[in-house]
């Protein structure tokens, strides 16, 4: 397909200012109206001539106007990637399309790693891409890491079969790097092994390997003292590696430093917590100890002033320090108090019943109090969606 008179025109005027020395950007912002027109009118399989190298603004103008990045983004993937014609581009950009990149995949790619604009895309790009297909790694999960910059016979190969090895099955592999797809750049000899042999130190079978591992691939990342320090941590917390919670635990307590922890610890102690009462809520919820004092803070003062609940009473129920205050407690505290004040619900006197709410999924409870009484309560409805603002359980 040849581009229309309007797409040549544009063509031509990057090829003119190039060689005149203007910057071709400033000359697409004063042609704006037609750049919409050519967006989708730029990816045919004629393209700038040859040259020896595009010149930069030259090349960002053509990335701005085939990408649909911003000047500014454009400009720095041409300083980056110095492509000798538009027509590799044009055809990594094509190829990517119809594996199934959408516009955000690819916006968010090139900035990143504006190389892969250099690529031959039928000898170095499309084995890569009908690889990962094969084995069912959608697009947006690759356009999240460097992945496709690696070699497919020295490294990506040989690290799925690594993989394979450990996980066990294509299914498990997915459901790892779509978590994590930063992982596949992990080198196999100075990271993987040495990895695999800490964990193995410490006891775990291959079934406690493949649940940690498909739950938190970047482990095969860690250096053999961090590992051996986070089992030190769960030892220190009494969370088992036999534990059902045993990975959840690692995966929490491995994204922070080497005994922060401990800090959050003190934090829940000094609010009247036990130790004890502290540790058993651990190991039903290890998210308590991974997320930050501040919001430590902010939650259990929020419960015991405002919703009047003891802070040994929340940590019976600690997934609710892991839920957002924005939108999931505040939402629902306000529609409970509406229900409260119109008599339509009671509370015993902990508020027990009312935080046992706040636990339902938004779904559930959207069911069992706004539906409900949406009728009889408007106001349950305007509550949920924040135009009623939740200022405290009054007696």
């Known amino acids: ?142 356009s999240r890491s460097a992945i496709l910059s690696r070699s497919l016979e020295k490294h990506i190969v040989p690290c799925i079969e690594f993989l394979r090895g450990v996980v066990g099955t294509d299914g498990n592999i997915r459901k790892a790097i779509s978590r994590n797809p930063w992982a596949l750049c992990i080198d196999i000899d100075n990271n993987m092994h040495t990895a695999m042999e800490a964990l193995r130190s410490h006891g775990l079978d291959d079934a406690q390997i493949v649940r940690l591992v498909v739950l938190n691939i970047s482990v095969l990342a860690m250096p053999p003292d961090r590992i051996n320090g986070v089992f030190e941590d769960l030892k220190a917390l009494e969370l088992p590696t036999m534990h059902p919670r045993f990975p959840y635990g690692f995966l929490r307590l491995s994204r922070l430093k080497r005994g922060a922890w401990k800090e959050r610890m003190s934090l829940y102690l000094n609010f009247g917590i036990s130790k004890n009462e502290l540790v058993k809520a651990f190991r039903v919820q290890p998210g308590i100890l991974a997320v930050t004092k501040k919001t430590i803070q902010q939650k259990l003062c929020f419960f015991q002033d405002k919703m009047n609940v003891l802070p040994a009473d929340v940590l019976t129920r600690p997934v609710l320090l892991t839920f957002s205050m924005e939108k999931n407690i505040l939402p629902k505290c306000a529609v409970l108090s509406v229900l409260l004040g119109e008599g339509k619900i009671e509370r015993d006197e902990r508020n027990i019943n009312l935080i046992n709410s706040l636990r339902r999924t938004n779904n559930n409870f959207y069911d069992s109090f706004v539906s409900r009484y949406e009728k009889d309560v408007p106001d349950v409805v305007k509550a949920y969606k924040g135009e009623i603002k939740f200022t405290g359980f009054m007696d």
Do not use: W
């Open 1 to 142: 397909m040849f581009p229309t008179a309007a797409g040549r025109r544009l063509l031509l005027l990057i090829r003119r200012t190039a060689t005149a020395g203007t910057n071709p950007i400033l000359l697409l912002h004063h042609h704006h109206h037609q750049n919409s027109m050519l967006l989708s009118n730029l990816y045919s399989s004629t393209s700038l001539a040859r040259t020896p190298e595009l010149k930069s603004a030259a090349a960002a103008a053509y990335v701005v106007a085939s990408c649909g990045l911003p000047p500014a983004a454009a400009a720095g993937i041409s300083r980056n990637a110095r492509f000798r014609s538009t027509a590799d581009a044009e055809s990594v950009v094509s190829l990517l399309r119809g594996y199934g990149f959408s516009d955000a995949n690819i916006t968010q790619m090139f900035p990143k790693f504006p190389y892969l604009l250099t690529m031959n895309p039928d000898k170095t790009l499309r084995p890569k891409l009908e690889f990962f297909a094969s084995l069912g790694i959608p697009a947006n999960v690759l």
